[in-house]
């Protein structure tokens, strides 16, 4: 089997075809079904620069990394000669002279595109500004794969800030790889970015609305999103729509019998904690398959026989 | 037309730019990169008045053939521009402008947040998707051309 992944950047979902998210899924598959820790990143070290608060998508590299064999170092804004004036270039320069691959977290649209032109090492964007969040989508859509057994078909709607939220819009480049249609429910002043879906508007199927509950009965998948107050110019403008959605049990009820609830986590108020017994609640499943998909993702970027390891 | 009742005169050699829209023939200097360091006669006439447009601007470059891949940019540009490269004051060339893959430097990202309105060392870099629109390499927004300033 061919690994398209080895040595390559990941700055943006849009760079993965339909064939490299199945090669993704089918290697996770197999890490979780082996129930077993792989040697393949042995003597290789993950550089973690964070330039933004993470707890999932961090610990789930880190944890991913150990998985396979290999060590990380991290370095956050915080910490780091950056702190002094030091550019993100120079950060990046350095950081891949002390490590065989780098996950970039900074709020800043492109950095990971700019930082990969910088790095001698393979950089992989673990969330840059608004623009994007490509490991969150790979973990999102494995999920939605695992749960629904599939994914052409499904009728997804993605909930909440659309306007600020990452993970929307490479979930949304992730899905235009399938035969999907979406429904993008948010108040009108976090509706999506159209000049950031410009390329996928016409291959993907989009109804907008402003009301979730008209759609409830017909969504296999609801993929809620925090409102991102820390993105907010105006904090006013944030009260007005905080709390604009809330999945609680009266909306869960409405729900078809074997849909599901998504979350790219951390939530706030909208999703309340009584409603993570529900069975229709998958979101913590989804950040577990967050450490298997990553672990995918590193072995193969790092090992180029990876692939073919696994499979035997 | 007598040498007299030209605003600017003929060259023997170089390149013309002609029916810039007014206003943007500075633009196109910088977008072209000429400065006349090169120590070349650069000729320009702003606001000209024109029979196809109200005003137009002129830019004369003697002994310089500019390059198809230079005058591409000004496809974005200026689209309306006509570009003629003139060898002993005659016009041997009159090149169609074609849209470029790609403009370095030119324009600012219209997007506050992108990398390259940062402090980083960075050019930006417009990957052309249509006439109007571009894409920042960076950030990846699509872009209205005539939105956005040139740096």
């Given amino acids: 089997?061919?690994?398209?992944?080895?040595?390559?950047?990941?700055?943006?979902?849009?760079?993965?075809?339909?064939?490299?998210?199945?090669?993704?899924?089918?290697?996770?598959?197999?890490?979780?079904?082996?129930?077993?820790?792989?040697?393949?990143?042995?003597?290789?070290?993950?550089?973690?620069?964070?330039?933004?608060?993470?707890?999932?998508?961090?610990?789930?590299?880190?944890?991913?990394?150990?998985?396979?064999?290999?060590?990380?170092?991290?370095?956050?804004?915080?910490?780091?000669?950056?702190?002094?004036?030091?550019?993100?270039?120079?950060?990046?320069?350095?950081?891949?002279?002390?490590?065989?691959?780098?996950?970039?977290?900074?709020?800043?649209?492109?950095?990971?595109?700019?930082?990969?032109?910088?790095?001698?090492?393979?950089?992989?964007?673990?969330?840059?500004?608004?623009?994007e969040h490509p490991t969150q989508t790979i973990q999102d859509l494995y999920t939605m794969k695992k749960e629904m057994k599939k994914i052409d078909g499904l009728k997804i709607a993605i909930v909440g800030d659309l306007k600020y939220g990452r993970t929307v819009y490479s979930l949304l480049y992730g899905l235009s790889n399938y035969d999907v249609t979406i429904y993008l429910i948010s108040p009108e002043s976090l509706k999506i970015r159209t000049d950031s879906i410009y390329e996928i508007k016409k291959k993907l199927q989009i109804l907008e609305s402003t009301r979730l509950d008209d759609h409830l009965d017909d969504l296999d998948v609801i993929y809620v999103t925090r409102i991102q107050k820390e993105r907010f110019q105006d904090k006013e403008e944030y009260f007005k729509v905080k709390g604009s959605y809330t999945i609680d049990k009266n909306v869960v009820k409405k729900m078809k019998r074997k849909s599901i609830i998504l979350h790219p986590l951390p939530r706030l108020d909208e999703?309340?904690?009584?409603?993570?017994?529900?069975?229709?609640?998958?979101?913590?499943k989804q950040a577990e398959y967050g450490k298997y998909t990553r672990a995918a993702l590193l072995g193969l970027i790092i090992n180029n026989g990876f692939v073919n390891d696994i499979s035997s | 037309m007598k040498e007299a009742n030209l605003l600017v005169r003929r060259i023997k050699n170089g390149t013309v730019i002609d029916h810039i829209d007014g206003g943007k023939g500075l633009h196109v200097l910088h977008a072209l990169d000429i400065d006349g360091k090169d120590g070349n006669v650069i000729m320009i006439a702003l606001n000209v008045l024109s029979q196809k447009f109200e005003k137009k601007d002129i830019i004369k470059v003697e002994n310089k053939f500019l390059k198809e891949d230079d005058t591409n940019k000004l496809a974005v540009i200026v689209p309306k521009a006509t570009?003629?490269?003139?060898?002993?004051?005659?016009?041997?060339?009159?090149?169609c402008l074609s849209l470029p893959d790609q403009i370095i430097r030119i324009f600012s990202c219209g997007n506050p947040n992108c990398i390259t309105n940062s402090n980083e060392n960075i050019e930006t870099v417009m990957n052309v998707v249509d006439k109007k629109m571009l894409q920042c390499k960076y950030c990846k927004r699509i872009l209205d051309v005539n939105k956005l300033t040139c740096i």
């Fill in chain 1, 271 to 284: 999703i309340p904690h009584n409603v993570d017994r529900s069975i229709h609640a998958k979101y913590f």
């Fill in chain 2, 83 to 95: 570009v003629n490269i003139i060898k002993n004051f005659n016009v041997v060339e009159k090149r």
């Fill in chain 1, 1 to 131: 089997m061919v690994n398209r992944f080895f040595e390559r950047n990941l700055t943006s979902v849009r760079d993965l075809t339909r064939a490299d998210f199945e090669l993704l899924f089918n290697v996770t598959d197999k890490i979780i079904s082996h129930h077993a820790t792989y040697d393949v990143c042995r003597g290789k070290t993950l550089g973690c620069i964070f330039f933004e608060p993470s707890t999932r998508t961090r610990l789930s590299f880190e944890s991913a990394m150990l998985h396979l064999g290999g060590n990380t170092i991290e370095i956050s804004s915080i910490l780091s000669s950056t702190q002094k004036g030091e550019s993100l270039g120079d950060t990046i320069k350095i950081i891949s002279l002390y490590s065989d691959i780098l996950v970039l977290r900074h709020p800043l649209d492109g950095s990971s595109k700019f930082a990969a032109e910088m790095s001698t090492k393979p950089i992989i964007n673990g969330g840059s500004g608004t623009e």
